[in-house]
Protein backbone atom coordinates (compact mmCIF):
# COMPACT_ATOMS: atom_id res chain seq x y z
CA UNK A 1 0.00 0.00 0.00
CA UNK A 2 1.05 3.55 -0.71
CA UNK A 3 2.46 5.02 2.40
CA UNK A 4 0.32 8.20 2.47
CA UNK A 5 -2.87 5.99 1.43
CA UNK A 6 -1.82 3.83 5.00
CA UNK A 7 -1.30 7.06 7.06
CA UNK A 8 -4.81 8.80 5.50
CA UNK A 9 -6.16 5.35 6.91
CA UNK A 10 -4.55 5.53 10.64
CA UNK A 11 -5.68 9.17 10.78
CA UNK A 12 -9.19 8.24 9.84
CA UNK A 13 -8.78 5.76 12.23
CA UNK A 14 -7.89 8.12 14.46
CA UNK A 15 -10.88 10.55 13.75
CA UNK A 16 -13.29 7.75 14.14
CA UNK A 17 -12.04 6.71 17.67
CA UNK A 18 -12.21 10.27 18.60
CA UNK A 19 -15.54 10.75 17.85
CA UNK A 20 -16.76 7.98 19.09
CA UNK A 21 -15.00 8.24 22.09
CA UNK A 22 -17.06 12.16 22.12
CA UNK A 23 -20.48 10.46 21.90
CA UNK A 24 -20.13 8.28 24.19
CA UNK A 25 -18.55 11.27 26.86
CA UNK A 26 -21.50 13.33 25.83
CA UNK A 27 -24.00 10.51 26.43
CA UNK A 28 -22.76 9.30 29.84
CA UNK A 29 -21.16 12.22 31.37
CA UNK A 30 -24.46 14.59 31.93
CA UNK A 31 -26.51 11.34 32.54
CA UNK A 32 -24.12 10.06 34.92
CA UNK A 33 -24.53 13.97 36.53
CA UNK A 34 -28.04 13.47 36.09
CA UNK A 35 -28.82 11.15 37.91
CA UNK A 36 -27.22 12.67 40.96
CA UNK A 37 -29.45 15.11 40.67
CA UNK A 38 -32.63 12.75 41.31
CA UNK A 39 -30.29 10.66 43.89
CA UNK A 40 -30.40 14.81 45.72
CA UNK A 41 -33.95 15.33 44.32
CA UNK A 42 -34.77 12.22 46.14
CA UNK A 43 -33.58 13.30 49.68
CA UNK A 44 -30.96 10.46 49.92
CA UNK A 45 -27.50 12.68 49.23
CA UNK A 46 -25.45 13.14 52.06
CA UNK A 47 -24.55 17.05 51.33
CA UNK A 48 -28.09 17.84 52.11
CA UNK A 49 -27.46 16.14 55.84
CA UNK A 50 -24.37 18.26 55.63
CA UNK A 51 -25.70 21.17 55.54
CA UNK A 52 -26.08 22.15 51.78
CA UNK A 53 -29.67 23.48 50.86
CA UNK A 54 -30.96 21.24 48.18
CA UNK A 55 -31.56 24.09 45.30
CA UNK A 56 -28.11 24.55 45.46
CA UNK A 57 -26.85 20.80 45.05
CA UNK A 58 -29.65 20.38 42.10
CA UNK A 59 -28.22 23.84 40.16
CA UNK A 60 -24.90 22.28 40.45
CA UNK A 61 -25.67 19.04 39.14
CA UNK A 62 -27.60 20.91 36.05
CA UNK A 63 -24.66 23.51 35.66
CA UNK A 64 -21.93 20.38 35.43
CA UNK A 65 -23.88 18.13 33.09
CA UNK A 66 -24.19 21.05 30.54
CA UNK A 67 -20.47 21.61 31.20
CA UNK A 68 -19.83 18.44 30.80
CA UNK A 69 -21.36 17.94 27.66
CA UNK A 70 -19.35 21.13 26.37
CA UNK A 71 -16.17 19.53 25.43
CA UNK A 72 -17.29 16.73 23.54
CA UNK A 73 -19.94 18.62 21.73
CA UNK A 74 -17.13 20.53 20.39
CA UNK A 75 -15.05 17.30 19.32
CA UNK A 76 -17.97 16.70 17.42
CA UNK A 77 -18.85 20.16 15.47
CA UNK A 78 -14.73 19.82 14.86
CA UNK A 79 -14.00 23.05 17.62
CA UNK A 80 -11.49 21.33 19.51
CA UNK A 81 -9.27 17.95 20.11
CA UNK A 82 -7.39 17.74 23.33
CA UNK A 83 -5.16 14.86 24.56
CA UNK A 84 -6.63 12.21 26.32
CA UNK A 85 -4.30 12.50 29.42
CA UNK A 86 -5.63 16.06 29.75
CA UNK A 87 -9.25 15.01 29.28
CA UNK A 88 -9.22 12.15 31.64
CA UNK A 89 -7.46 14.87 34.24
CA UNK A 90 -9.68 17.60 33.34
CA UNK A 91 -13.05 15.15 33.66
CA UNK A 92 -11.54 13.49 37.04
CA UNK A 93 -11.60 16.60 38.49
CA UNK A 94 -14.86 17.89 37.41
CA UNK A 95 -16.30 14.38 38.77
CA UNK A 96 -14.34 14.81 42.18
CA UNK A 97 -16.14 18.33 42.56
CA UNK A 98 -19.81 17.56 42.17
CA UNK A 99 -19.36 13.75 43.63
CA UNK A 100 -17.72 15.43 47.14
CA UNK A 101 -20.25 18.35 46.93
CA UNK A 102 -23.09 16.19 46.85
CA UNK A 103 -21.64 13.99 49.44
CA UNK A 104 -20.74 16.98 51.87
CA UNK A 105 -17.06 16.20 51.58
CA UNK A 106 -16.67 19.95 51.85
CA UNK A 107 -18.72 20.16 55.39
CA UNK A 108 -17.62 16.47 56.37
CA UNK A 109 -13.90 16.12 55.61
CA UNK A 110 -11.85 19.35 56.75
CA UNK A 111 -9.19 18.69 54.28
CA UNK A 112 -10.85 18.41 51.42
CA UNK A 113 -11.39 22.01 49.99
CA UNK A 114 -7.05 21.63 49.95
CA UNK A 115 -7.37 18.29 48.41
CA UNK A 116 -9.64 20.18 45.72
CA UNK A 117 -7.49 22.90 44.84
CA UNK A 118 -4.75 20.57 44.61
CA UNK A 119 -6.35 18.50 41.63
CA UNK A 120 -7.79 21.72 40.46
CA UNK A 121 -4.21 23.64 40.07
CA UNK A 122 -3.07 20.98 38.64
CA UNK A 123 -5.83 21.07 35.90
CA UNK A 124 -4.53 24.34 35.50
CA UNK A 125 -0.98 23.45 35.50
CA UNK A 126 -1.73 20.84 32.48
CA UNK A 127 -3.29 24.02 30.18
CA UNK A 128 -0.67 25.72 30.90
CA UNK A 129 1.63 23.33 29.65
CA UNK A 130 -0.03 22.57 26.80
CA UNK A 131 0.12 26.31 25.97
CA UNK A 132 3.59 26.36 26.30
CA UNK A 133 4.13 23.46 24.23
CA UNK A 134 1.95 25.60 21.26
CA UNK A 135 4.03 28.46 22.08
CA UNK A 136 7.15 26.22 21.12
CA UNK A 137 5.67 24.84 18.44
CA UNK A 138 4.42 28.61 16.76
CA UNK A 139 7.45 30.15 17.76
CA UNK A 140 10.21 31.48 15.42
CA UNK A 141 13.44 29.46 16.22
CA UNK A 142 15.01 32.74 18.24
CA UNK A 143 12.71 31.70 20.49
CA UNK A 144 12.26 28.90 22.30
CA UNK A 145 11.83 27.32 26.02
CA UNK A 146 15.08 25.43 25.12
CA UNK A 147 14.99 21.27 26.46
CA UNK A 148 12.74 19.42 28.45
CA UNK A 149 13.98 21.29 31.92
CA UNK A 150 13.60 24.48 30.25
CA UNK A 151 9.76 23.72 29.48
CA UNK A 152 8.97 22.42 32.93
CA UNK A 153 10.84 25.22 34.91
CA UNK A 154 8.40 28.03 32.82
CA UNK A 155 5.45 25.07 33.85
CA UNK A 156 6.18 25.50 37.16
CA UNK A 157 6.54 28.88 37.74
CA UNK A 158 3.64 29.52 35.55
CA UNK A 159 1.52 26.74 36.91
CA UNK A 160 2.68 28.38 40.49
CA UNK A 161 1.18 32.12 39.31
CA UNK A 162 -2.30 30.72 38.52
CA UNK A 163 -2.60 29.31 42.41
CA UNK A 164 -1.94 33.59 43.58
CA UNK A 165 -4.02 34.87 40.60
CA UNK A 166 -7.26 32.41 41.81
CA UNK A 167 -6.36 33.43 45.59
CA UNK A 168 -6.33 37.14 44.85
CA UNK A 169 -9.91 36.78 42.96
CA UNK A 170 -11.15 35.36 46.29
CA UNK A 171 -9.78 37.63 48.35
CA UNK A 172 -10.83 40.38 46.29
CA UNK A 173 -14.74 39.16 46.36
CA UNK A 174 -14.35 39.34 50.06
CA UNK A 175 -12.60 42.85 50.49
CA UNK A 176 -15.82 44.26 47.94
CA UNK A 177 -18.74 42.50 49.52
CA UNK A 178 -17.45 42.75 52.67
CA UNK A 179 -18.35 38.79 53.40
CA UNK A 180 -16.15 36.03 54.62
CA UNK A 181 -17.74 34.23 51.27
CA UNK A 182 -14.32 32.78 49.57
CA UNK A 183 -11.46 32.78 51.74
CA UNK A 184 -12.52 32.39 55.68
CA UNK A 185 -9.54 34.78 56.92
CA UNK A 186 -6.13 34.26 56.42
CA UNK A 187 -4.90 30.79 56.79
CA UNK A 188 -7.48 29.68 54.88
CA UNK A 189 -5.75 31.71 51.78
CA UNK A 190 -2.45 30.51 52.51
CA UNK A 191 -3.66 27.09 53.35
CA UNK A 192 -4.78 27.22 49.54
CA UNK A 193 -1.80 28.42 48.70
CA UNK A 194 0.33 25.48 49.72
CA UNK A 195 -2.43 23.20 47.75
CA UNK A 196 -1.83 25.17 45.11
CA UNK A 197 2.28 24.88 45.23
CA UNK A 198 1.54 20.91 45.47
CA UNK A 199 -0.33 20.29 42.57
CA UNK A 200 1.95 23.05 40.73
CA UNK A 201 4.43 20.85 41.24
CA UNK A 202 2.98 17.59 40.76
CA UNK A 203 2.06 18.14 37.29
CA UNK A 204 5.28 19.77 36.42
CA UNK A 205 6.68 16.35 37.30
CA UNK A 206 3.94 14.67 35.26
CA UNK A 207 4.82 16.91 32.34
CA UNK A 208 8.83 16.25 32.88
CA UNK A 209 7.82 12.64 32.65
CA UNK A 210 5.40 13.14 29.39
CA UNK A 211 7.89 15.12 27.56
CA UNK A 212 10.69 12.17 28.38
CA UNK A 213 8.08 10.15 25.46
CA UNK A 214 7.41 12.91 23.02
CA UNK A 215 8.58 16.34 22.44
CA UNK A 216 6.96 19.74 22.76
CA UNK A 217 5.80 19.63 18.76
CA UNK A 218 4.24 16.76 19.15
CA UNK A 219 1.82 17.46 22.16
CA UNK A 220 1.13 20.52 20.32
CA UNK A 221 0.16 18.35 17.37
CA UNK A 222 -2.21 17.01 19.82
CA UNK A 223 -3.97 20.25 21.07
CA UNK A 224 -6.09 21.40 17.75
CA UNK A 225 -8.66 24.08 17.64
CA UNK A 226 -10.68 24.80 14.31
CA UNK A 227 -11.87 22.53 12.00
CA UNK A 228 -9.01 23.53 9.54
CA UNK A 229 -6.51 21.85 11.80
CA UNK A 230 -8.48 19.09 13.06
CA UNK A 231 -9.09 17.95 9.68
CA UNK A 232 -5.55 18.13 8.37
CA UNK A 233 -4.37 16.06 10.99
CA UNK A 234 -7.04 13.71 10.72
CA UNK A 235 -7.23 13.52 7.41
CA UNK A 236 -3.40 12.92 6.40
CA UNK A 237 -2.22 16.29 6.76
CA UNK A 238 0.31 15.81 8.74
CA UNK B 1 38.44 29.97 36.62
CA UNK B 2 38.92 33.93 37.53
CA UNK B 3 35.58 34.43 35.46
CA UNK B 4 33.75 32.35 38.00
CA UNK B 5 34.77 34.33 40.96
CA UNK B 6 31.86 37.07 40.34
CA UNK B 7 29.40 34.15 39.76
CA UNK B 8 30.64 32.67 43.50
CA UNK B 9 30.10 36.48 44.99
CA UNK B 10 26.49 36.28 43.66
CA UNK B 11 26.03 32.77 45.80
CA UNK B 12 27.82 33.91 48.53
CA UNK B 13 25.71 37.40 49.11
CA UNK B 14 22.31 35.23 48.19
CA UNK B 15 23.85 32.71 51.19
CA UNK B 16 23.86 35.61 53.66
CA UNK B 17 20.67 36.58 52.31
CA UNK B 18 18.97 33.34 53.38
CA UNK B 19 20.86 33.63 56.66
CA UNK B 20 19.30 36.93 57.86
CA UNK B 21 16.02 35.81 56.96
CA UNK B 22 16.81 32.76 59.13
CA UNK B 23 18.03 35.01 61.47
CA UNK B 24 14.73 37.02 62.27
CA UNK B 25 12.22 34.01 60.76
CA UNK B 26 11.13 35.91 58.05
CA UNK B 27 9.30 33.27 55.93
CA UNK B 28 9.19 35.17 53.19
CA UNK B 29 12.28 36.73 52.38
CA UNK B 30 13.93 33.13 53.43
CA UNK B 31 11.91 31.87 50.26
CA UNK B 32 13.53 34.88 47.99
CA UNK B 33 16.20 34.61 49.42
CA UNK B 34 16.96 30.89 48.66
CA UNK B 35 15.56 31.60 45.01
CA UNK B 36 18.51 34.17 44.83
CA UNK B 37 20.47 31.27 46.20
CA UNK B 38 19.31 28.32 43.41
CA UNK B 39 19.13 31.07 40.51
CA UNK B 40 23.22 32.40 41.81
CA UNK B 41 24.33 28.70 41.80
CA UNK B 42 23.03 27.84 38.51
CA UNK B 43 24.49 30.89 36.82
CA UNK B 44 27.68 29.57 38.66
CA UNK B 45 27.75 25.82 37.01
CA UNK B 46 25.99 27.23 33.26
CA UNK B 47 26.25 31.26 32.72
CA UNK B 48 29.46 32.70 30.61
CA UNK B 49 30.35 36.42 29.56
CA UNK B 50 28.98 39.48 31.54
CA UNK B 51 26.03 37.54 32.70
CA UNK B 52 27.43 37.48 36.40
CA UNK B 53 26.41 41.37 36.63
CA UNK B 54 22.43 40.52 36.29
CA UNK B 55 23.16 37.69 39.51
CA UNK B 56 25.49 39.84 41.51
CA UNK B 57 22.49 43.07 41.24
CA UNK B 58 19.83 40.24 41.69
CA UNK B 59 21.59 38.69 44.97
CA UNK B 60 22.77 42.24 46.39
CA UNK B 61 19.04 43.57 46.00
CA UNK B 62 18.01 40.22 47.76
CA UNK B 63 19.87 41.25 50.66
CA UNK B 64 19.02 44.53 50.96
CA UNK B 65 15.50 43.77 51.17
CA UNK B 66 16.14 41.47 53.48
CA UNK B 67 17.90 43.60 55.50
CA UNK B 68 15.37 46.24 55.15
CA UNK B 69 12.72 43.67 55.70
CA UNK B 70 14.32 41.97 59.08
CA UNK B 71 15.04 45.18 60.17
CA UNK B 72 13.60 48.69 59.78
CA UNK B 73 10.27 47.67 57.68
CA UNK B 74 9.81 44.61 60.26
CA UNK B 75 6.19 44.20 61.33
CA UNK B 76 7.96 44.12 64.84
CA UNK B 77 9.53 47.92 64.14
CA UNK B 78 6.66 49.31 62.29
CA UNK B 79 2.70 48.12 63.83
CA UNK B 80 3.88 46.67 66.67
CA UNK B 81 6.21 49.79 68.18
CA UNK B 82 2.55 51.73 66.48
CA UNK B 83 4.54 53.71 63.49
CA UNK B 84 1.86 52.74 61.06
CA UNK B 85 -1.29 50.55 60.28
CA UNK B 86 -1.08 47.23 59.82
CA UNK B 87 -2.60 48.18 55.67
CA UNK B 88 0.18 50.88 55.65
CA UNK B 89 2.94 48.19 56.42
CA UNK B 90 0.90 45.97 53.85
CA UNK B 91 1.87 48.37 50.90
CA UNK B 92 5.73 48.84 52.45
CA UNK B 93 6.16 45.36 52.25
CA UNK B 94 4.72 44.33 49.30
CA UNK B 95 6.79 47.41 47.42
CA UNK B 96 9.69 46.04 49.34
CA UNK B 97 9.49 42.18 48.17
CA UNK B 98 7.96 43.38 44.47
CA UNK B 99 11.43 44.59 44.13
CA UNK B 100 13.25 41.83 44.96
CA UNK B 101 11.24 39.79 42.99
CA UNK B 102 11.29 41.92 39.71
CA UNK B 103 15.16 41.23 40.03
CA UNK B 104 15.03 37.75 40.38
CA UNK B 105 12.78 37.31 37.29
CA UNK B 106 15.87 39.26 35.53
CA UNK B 107 18.10 36.22 37.04
CA UNK B 108 15.61 33.69 36.31
CA UNK B 109 15.64 34.21 32.41
CA UNK B 110 19.46 33.96 32.47
CA UNK B 111 19.70 31.46 34.07
CA UNK B 112 17.08 29.06 32.55
CA UNK B 113 18.41 30.61 29.42
CA UNK B 114 22.37 29.35 30.10
CA UNK B 115 20.81 25.93 32.20
CA UNK B 116 18.66 24.94 29.26
CA UNK B 117 19.57 26.24 26.15
CA UNK B 118 16.37 28.57 25.62
CA UNK B 119 16.83 32.31 23.52
CA UNK B 120 13.94 34.61 25.17
CA UNK B 121 12.72 37.13 22.90
CA UNK B 122 10.17 40.45 23.69
CA UNK B 123 7.61 37.80 23.93
CA UNK B 124 9.10 35.47 26.26
CA UNK B 125 11.03 37.74 28.25
CA UNK B 126 8.25 40.71 28.22
CA UNK B 127 4.60 38.50 27.67
CA UNK B 128 5.80 35.89 30.75
CA UNK B 129 7.73 38.34 32.97
CA UNK B 130 4.71 38.74 35.09
CA UNK B 131 3.38 35.44 35.26
CA UNK B 132 6.89 34.69 36.48
CA UNK B 133 7.16 36.98 39.32
CA UNK B 134 3.48 35.87 40.50
CA UNK B 135 4.87 31.88 40.90
CA UNK B 136 7.32 33.62 42.73
CA UNK B 137 4.62 34.79 44.94
CA UNK B 138 3.35 31.75 46.14
CA UNK B 139 6.46 29.98 47.49
CA UNK B 140 7.09 33.32 49.74
CA UNK B 141 3.51 33.02 50.83
CA UNK B 142 4.16 29.01 51.54
CA UNK B 143 7.35 29.63 53.81
CA UNK B 144 5.75 32.54 55.19
CA UNK B 145 2.96 30.23 55.81
CA UNK B 146 4.91 27.75 57.86
CA UNK B 147 7.10 29.54 59.44
CA UNK B 148 4.86 32.09 61.10
CA UNK B 149 1.87 30.72 61.35
CA UNK B 150 1.38 27.86 64.22
CA UNK B 151 0.18 24.67 63.29
CA UNK B 152 0.35 25.26 59.91
CA UNK B 153 0.40 21.98 58.15
CA UNK B 154 -1.79 20.33 60.57
CA UNK B 155 -4.65 23.30 59.39
CA UNK B 156 -3.99 22.03 55.31
CA UNK B 157 -4.64 18.71 56.53
CA UNK B 158 -7.50 19.61 58.90
CA UNK B 159 -6.52 18.70 62.62
CA UNK B 160 -6.04 21.84 64.25
CA UNK B 161 -7.39 25.48 63.66
CA UNK B 162 -4.45 27.55 62.95
CA UNK B 163 -4.32 31.25 64.68
CA UNK B 164 -4.46 33.96 62.05
CA UNK B 165 -0.86 36.27 62.36
CA UNK B 166 -1.84 38.18 59.34
CA UNK B 167 -5.07 39.88 57.69
CA UNK B 168 -6.50 38.11 54.63
CA UNK B 169 -6.47 41.31 53.14
CA UNK B 170 -3.01 41.83 53.83
CA UNK B 171 -1.86 39.26 51.80
CA UNK B 172 -4.63 40.35 48.78
CA UNK B 173 -3.56 43.95 49.12
CA UNK B 174 0.24 42.45 48.69
CA UNK B 175 -0.79 40.21 46.22
CA UNK B 176 -2.10 43.18 44.17
CA UNK B 177 0.34 45.94 44.50
CA UNK B 178 2.86 42.98 43.10
CA UNK B 179 0.70 42.15 40.51
CA UNK B 180 0.95 45.67 39.45
CA UNK B 181 4.52 46.13 39.78
CA UNK B 182 5.02 42.98 37.77
CA UNK B 183 2.35 43.89 34.90
CA UNK B 184 4.71 47.65 34.28
CA UNK B 185 7.87 45.75 34.83
CA UNK B 186 6.84 42.94 32.05
CA UNK B 187 5.50 45.79 29.29
CA UNK B 188 8.58 47.89 30.34
CA UNK B 189 11.11 45.32 29.29
CA UNK B 190 8.86 43.82 26.06
CA UNK B 191 9.41 47.52 25.19
CA UNK B 192 12.87 47.72 25.50
CA UNK B 193 13.44 43.81 24.20
CA UNK B 194 10.94 45.52 20.92
CA UNK B 195 13.44 48.35 20.53
CA UNK B 196 17.01 46.88 20.94
CA UNK B 197 16.21 43.66 19.25
CA UNK B 198 17.57 42.00 22.74
CA UNK B 199 17.33 37.97 23.08
CA UNK B 200 18.33 35.94 26.49
CA UNK B 201 20.68 33.37 25.53
CA UNK B 202 22.77 31.12 26.33
CA UNK B 203 25.58 33.68 26.02
CA UNK B 204 23.92 36.15 27.90
CA UNK B 205 22.12 39.37 26.49
CA UNK B 206 22.29 39.05 22.25
CA UNK B 207 21.03 41.45 19.58
CA UNK B 208 18.91 39.47 16.98
CA UNK B 209 20.35 40.45 13.40
Given amino acids: MNPATEEEGSQTKIDRRERKVAWAMLIACPLSVMLLFVYVTLGYAQGLTAGHP ?4 QMSCILWAVIMAVLPAFRLMRMISLPYWFIILLYADMYMYILSLTHGFYFDLPWWANFTHVISSMVVTAIVFMALCLMEKHSPSHNTLGSRGGITTVLLMIGLCFGAVWEIMEGFTDIITQVDYMSYGSVHTLGNLFADALGAVLMTMIAWVIMGRQSAKQIASKVRIGSKNIDKHTHGGY | MRDRVPYFLSVMIAAASVAAGIWKQDGPMIALSAMAFILSAVSLAYCRGDSWRIFVIAS ?14 SHQTLVDEGTMSEYTWTYVAALVRGVAIISLILAFYFATAAAFKA ?6 AGGLAWLIGMGMQVPMFVLMFMIEVPGAIDSVIGNEPAVDIVS ?7 MLINLAMFMAFSLYMGRVFVKRRWLITANGLEVRR
Avoid at chain 2, 60 to 73: F, G, K, R
Avoid at chain 2, 119 to 124: A, E, K, L, R
Fill in chain 2, 168 to 174: NASIVIG
Fill in chain 2, 119 to 124: SYNWVS
Fill in chain 1, 54 to 57: MEYL
Fill in chain 2, 60 to 73: VTVLICTLIMVTAA
